[in-house]
């Protein structure tokens, strides 16, 4: 029995060494395709898993707009799980909250929702899927990067013509551009920036970013 004991410990030993040698031999081949290949190993590779069906299901494709619900958010014409819709909310943007019959809406809320409206609403998009973060929200909508019918970015156009703002909460492929994009809005007093008080910002832009308006 001893022996046996020795022997098979003898054999772990073996095997976890032969692990460690296969994982070092992937990792130098992941290195060297990494150089070669760059983005296009990073994006297959960020996606398996969980993420997978979504990217596949969505990354690339043309919807039909259905529904509006405010700036950042809208509906595309796709079942998603049992719902006979699915809901998208843009990455990388945050629009000002239109209000409710319950809730009153804040600064520029309004505007937001209509100029997405225009934009959107009974036209056909392609969303983008990001190869950073996560592809769903806390919420269950699908975060992406939204193409007009005209081939212009809706989330860029958003921070741009100033009815949003660029969300400095989660990392995205397309963080910084956006940041750039807010700081020229702001300067030109571009929509919101013309008339926003800082208390009118999101709560989480007055706590991350209160150097905003003098």
Known sequence: MVRNRRLNYALS???RRFLFMVCLAGLAILGILDRRFGGSVRTVLSHVGSDWGDFYRYHGKHFPVVRVLDGDTFDIDIPDGTSPTTRVRLLGVDTPEKGTDN?????YGQQAT???THLVLNKEVTLLIDTVGDVRCKYGRLLAYVVLPDGSILNE???QQGYGY???RF???RYDPYLRLQEQACAERTGLWAEVAKDQFPPWLQRE???YLP
């Open 166 to 168: 660029a969300d400095t």
């Open 209 to 211: 970013r209160p150097d």
């Open 13 to 15: 030993r073996r095997n």
């Open 103 to 107: 809730k009153e809406g804040m600064f």
């Open 157 to 159: 156009r958003i921070i």
């Open 171 to 173: 990392s995205h492929s």
């Open 114 to 116: 209509e100029f997405t």
